[in-house]
């Protein structure tokens, strides 16, 4: 797979890096940080596009004030025609209108061991969305990137601090990545006005990459000379040591998730069955490819049979599945694992990574077979 993330840490006897824990709990500024932030209810993959409220979020610091009245848009930097928009003038350019499924890169990162302590998500950070805006390529072609110009820093009009380093929220894209087609200035989900939360009244979206490239709450776009080393340009890649330079966390590792079947237990969402037949069904998407296959297991993963699928939802989101699974009584553990064109699948086991990131190992679900009809 094409990640970078090295094999699991989970039985080293070293000394633990900084920011790692050996135990499962997470800590109180964890449980604060899950509480400005939260993953998409797993029953929320019945739908093709994630209801706004129920799509993954995450803010590293504060939600911005915004006042799209006032609100500019500058490309500067090493372009032959800086521009300045308003949000008048974006919304008067050609608009378009892209479903993409967007996933935050440490989704998983609890199921890791040792953990890596952060935003503590269990597998549930992803949601599919109706994203409106203009294409970002007019625009820089409009500005012009001159010959010298490697990589365009998005910058967003949140800032904080984070390990003692206090800035905006910063990412950069090499130049022909951010060319791409469908890569947009959003100022619409699902068909109304951006919630704050999602980054009002502008964000980046880049299809295909890990939520934390697009940009929320979108200032400026500046061209550079040279690779861009903003903090959360390299707090995003993969490493196993803190002093490793490690490789950069960019595309989506192929995932697939099911509709956990029957009904839940409060407290542990284990899952209760009664024996019979059951269609379970779920979705699956990559960055790196379509996805071509979807397998189910019964028995925790030592054999898997196919899943039927159904079709993307856009060339950007991801694509349903359906199993058709025999019930019988007594406890199991269903599996379900996706792999793409680009001959990418997801492994058992999670690899280990000091962020956490592209932790894309199966999904388990524990369910109890009752034996009543």
Same mark, same amino acid.
């Not at 380093?165 to 090499?174: A, G, K, W």
């Not at 969402?269 to 189910?296: C, F, M, Q």
């Given at each position: 797979?094409?990640?970078?993330?090295?094999?699991?840490?989970?039985?080293? !006897? /070293? !000394?633990?890096?900084?920011?790692?824990?050996?135990?499962?709990?997470?800590?109180?500024?964890?449980? +604060?940080?899950?509480?400005?932030?939260?993953?998409?209810? %797993?029953?929320?993959?019945?739908?093709?596009?994630?209801?706004?409220?129920?799509?993954?979020?995450?803010?590293?610091?504060?939600?911005?004030?915004?006042?799209?009245?006032?609100?500019?848009?500058?490309?500067?930097?090493?372009?032959? &025609?800086?521009?300045?928009?308003?949000?008048?003038?974006? @919304?008067?350019?050609?608009?378009?209108?892209?479903?993409?499924?967007?996933?935050? =890169?440490?989704?998983?990162?609890?199921?890791?061991?040792?953990?890596?302590?952060?935003?503590?998500?269990l597998g549930e950070a992803v949601g599919t969305a109706e994203w409106t805006g203009t294409p970002l390529r007019p625009l820089l072609e409009e500005a012009g990137p001159l010959d010298g110009a490697v990589e365009l820093v998005f910058a967003g009009a949140d800032r904080g601090i984070h390990?003692?380093?206090?800035?905006?929220?910063?990412?950069?894209?090499?130049?022909?990545?951010?060319?791409?087609?469908?890569?947009?200035?959003?100022?619409?989900?699902?068909?109304?006005?951006?919630?704050?939360?999602?980054?009002?009244?502008?964000?980046?979206?880049?299809?295909?990459?890990?939520?934390?490239?697009?940009?929320?709450? %979108?200032?400026?776009?500046?061209?550079?000379? /040279?690779?861009?080393? $903003?903090?959360? +340009?390299?707090?995003?890649?993969?490493? +196993?040591?803190?002093?490793?330079?490690?490789?950069?966390?960019?595309?989506?590792?192929?995932?697939?998730?099911?509709? !956990?079947?029957?009904?839940?237990?409060?407290?542990?969402?284990?899952?209760?069955?009664? @024996? $019979?037949?059951?269609? %379970?069904?779920?979705? =699956?998407?990559?960055?790196?490819?379509?996805?071509?296959?979807?397998?189910?297991?019964?028995?925790?993963?030592?054999? *898997?049979?196919? =899943? /039927?699928?159904?079709?993307?939802?856009?060339?950007?989101?991801?694509?349903? *599945?359906?199993?058709?699974?025999?019930?019988?009584?007594?406890?199991?553990? %269903?599996?379900?694992? =996706?792999?793409?064109?680009?001959?990418?699948?997801? !492994?058992?086991?999670?690899?280990? &990574?000091?962020?956490?990131?592209?932790?894309?190992?199966? +999904?388990?679900?524990?369910? /109890?077979?009752?034996?009543?009809?």
């Open positions: 797979m094409a990640t970078g993330a090295a094999v699991s840490r989970g039985t080293d !006897p /070293e !000394p633990l890096p900084d920011g790692v824990s050996s135990s499962s709990e997470v800590s109180l500024d964890e449980l +604060q940080l899950s509480q400005r932030n939260h993953g998409m209810h %797993l029953e929320g993959l019945r739908y093709d596009v994630t209801p706004a409220g129920m799509h993954y979020l995450l803010i590293h610091f504060d939600v911005p004030e915004a006042d799209e009245a006032s609100w500019k848009l500058s490309v500067d930097g090493l372009v032959r &025609n800086p521009i300045e928009l308003s949000m008048a003038d974006l @919304r008067s350019r050609p608009s378009v209108t892209t479903t993409v499924t967007m996933e935050c =890169a440490g989704n998983g990162r609890a199921r890791l061991s040792p953990r890596p302590i952060s935003q503590p998500w390990k003692e380093v206090e800035h905006d929220y910063e990412r950069s894209l090499p130049i022909a990545d951010a060319l791409g087609d469908e890569v947009l200035l959003a100022y619409e989900m699902n068909g109304d006005p951006l919630p704050p939360q999602h980054g009002f009244p502008l964000r980046l979206v880049v299809p295909c990459w890990y939520g934390m490239t697009s940009v929320k709450w %979108l200032t400026r776009i500046t061209a550079v000379r /040279e690779p861009f080393e $903003g903090f959360q +340009q390299l707090a995003y890649r993969y490493r +196993q040591e803190p002093e490793d330079d490690g490789t950069p966390v960019t595309r989506m590792d192929p995932r697939s998730l099911m509709i !956990p079947p029957g009904i839940p237990d409060f407290m542990t969402r284990s899952r209760i069955v009664d @024996r $019979g037949r059951h269609v %379970l069904r779920g979705r =699956a998407w990559s960055g790196w490819g379509a996805i071509e296959r979807v397998e189910v297991s019964e028995d925790g993963g030592s054999t *898997w049979a196919s =899943a /039927e699928l159904g079709d993307a939802v856009s060339p950007y989101a991801w694509r349903s *599945w359906s199993f058709d699974w025999d019930a019988r009584p007594g406890v199991v553990e %269903l599996c379900c694992r =996706a792999a793409d064109t680009a001959g990418n699948e997801q !492994p058992l086991e999670p690899s280990w &990574n000091l962020g956490g990131f592209s932790n894309n190992a199966v +999904q388990r679900v524990s369910v /109890e077979v009752r034996a009543r009809a």
